[in-house]
């Protein structure tokens, strides 16, 4: 690897801190985020949630920097990454930090073979060839798309294009990964691909995520906390269980719980008593047939 980039988090500090957070873009009247603060530790995956507006992608580019480095306006507040204040660290050292991945797989990808896509960011911080090649292995080896070196990115499912925006996103060595919205164009198999990328970074890397999404499903099964946000400001950082299971919060913010919890809520309110809620396939499907076999022998008593 190259110059580790100084400003590690010392141990027990979190890899994410944000403190009193406040945005206003420039030449605009409103703040859009408003006095947010929360920690994110090593190896968490958390799932920016919020209605349209909200703030997911503002609060995605206070934590790489983009703001206030490159869109200016005004900031109050802190955010430190990886022990790096936002405030006062150069873009190019917080890509080495922070890798982001954007809605539009399109927009991310712009060389003519999936090798160069990788290379593109070590390349322009000098980085050794032997080096470079070595990233590009293991980052495409990462991301499943060994094998695609030579390819145009052109070709790719959309899918594969995200995987690959990943893979160019990790070939720079990042401690913390920030996805905004990055399976909304995708059909569900495409975005099954990337949450199971992102799961192994998370297991296997130790990685910290932080994922705008409003895929209920796959926050159940992968996040550790979903994070909230309700017209610019922070209304729930908890356990996806906590949160799906607040009605009122997913009536507030326009949010679409998981599937089965739809269900286990509409047998309910039908005269199916089930004891619990679920956010989870398997755990829903237990329970209903739990309370299906105590009817059923009741029925037959
Ligand atoms: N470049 C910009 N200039 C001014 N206002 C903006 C800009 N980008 C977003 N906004 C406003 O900031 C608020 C939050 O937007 P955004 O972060 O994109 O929300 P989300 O990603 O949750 O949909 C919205 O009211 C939006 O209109
Ligand atoms: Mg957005």
């Known amino acids: 690897m190259s110059e580790p980039v100084s400003g590690k988090p010392t141990k027990g500090e979190?890899?994410?801190?944000?403190?009193?957070?406040?945005?206003?873009?420039?030449?605009?009247?409103?703040?859009?985020?408003?006095?947010?603060?929360?920690?994110?530790?090593k190896g968490e995956f958390v799932a920016l949630m919020g209605a349209n507006g909200a703030g997911k992608t503002t609060l995605c580019q206070?934590?790489?920097?983009?703001?206030?480095?490159?869109?200016?306006?005004?900031?109050?507040?802190?955010?430190?990454?990886?022990g790096l204040d936002t405030q006062e660290t150069?873009?190019?050292?917080?890509?080495?930090?922070?890798?982001?991945?954007?809605?539009?797989?399109e927009t991310q990808l712009f060389t003519t073979k999936v090798k160069n896509e990788v290379a593109f960011g070590p390349e322009n911080l000098a980085i050794d060839p032997d080096e470079i090649m070595k990233r590009i292995a293991w980052a495409l080896k990462v991301v499943r798309?060994?094998?695609?070196?030579?390819?145009?990115?052109?070709?790719?499912?959309?899918?594969?294009?995200?995987?690959?925006?990943?893979?160019?996103?990790?070939?720079?060595?990042?401690?913390?990964?920030?996805l905004d919205e990055p399976t909304s164009q995708l059909d569900p198999i495409g975005t099954l691909e990337v949450f199971s990328v992102i799961q192994?970074?998370?297991?296997?890397?130790?990685?910290?995520?932080?994922?705008?999404?409003?895929?209920?499903?796959?926050?159940?099964?992968?996040?550790?906390?979903?994070?909230?946000?309700h017209e610019g400001r922070?209304?729930?950082?908890?356990?996806?269980?906590?949160?799906?299971?607040?009605?009122?919060?997913m009536k507030l913010t326009w949010t679409h719980l998981p599937q089965i919890s739809e269900l286990i809520l509409f047998l309910r309110n039908n005269g199916?008593?089930?004891?619990?809620?679920?956010?989870?396939?398997?755990?829903?499907?237990?329970?209903?047939?739990?309370?299906?076999?105590?009817?059923?022998?009741?029925?037959?008593?």
């Open 62 to 82: 206070c934590l790489n920097g983009v703001i206030p480095n490159s869109q200016g306006g005004k900031v109050k507040g802190r955010v430190v990454v990886g």
């Open 234 to 249: 922070l209304v729930k950082f908890a356990p996806p269980r906590e949160v799906f299971q607040d009605l009122e919060l």
């Open 200 to 229: 192994d970074l998370k297991e296997e890397y130790g990685m910290t995520i932080v994922m705008a999404t409003h895929k209920s499903e796959e926050i159940a099964q992968f996040a550790d906390k979903v994070l909230m946000l």
């Open 145 to 178: 798309l060994e094998g695609y070196e030579e390819r145009p990115p052109t070709a790719l499912s959309g899918g594969q294009k995200q995987r690959l925006a990943i893979a160019a996103a990790l070939a720079m060595k990042p401690e913390i990964m920030v």
């Open 90 to 105: 150069p873009i190019s050292k917080l890509a080495q930090k922070v890798g982001m991945v954007l809605e539009d797989p």
């Open 272 to 301: 199916i008593s089930l004891k619990d809620f679920a956010i989870l396939k398997d755990e829903g499907v237990a329970m209903v047939k739990e309370a299906l076999a105590g009817k059923a022998g009741r029925v037959a008593s």
């Open 14 to 41: 979190p890899m994410i801190k944000v403190e009193n957070l406040w945005y206003k873009y420039p030449r605009t009247k409103k703040y859009v985020l408003e006095d947010i603060s929360f920690t994110v530790e």
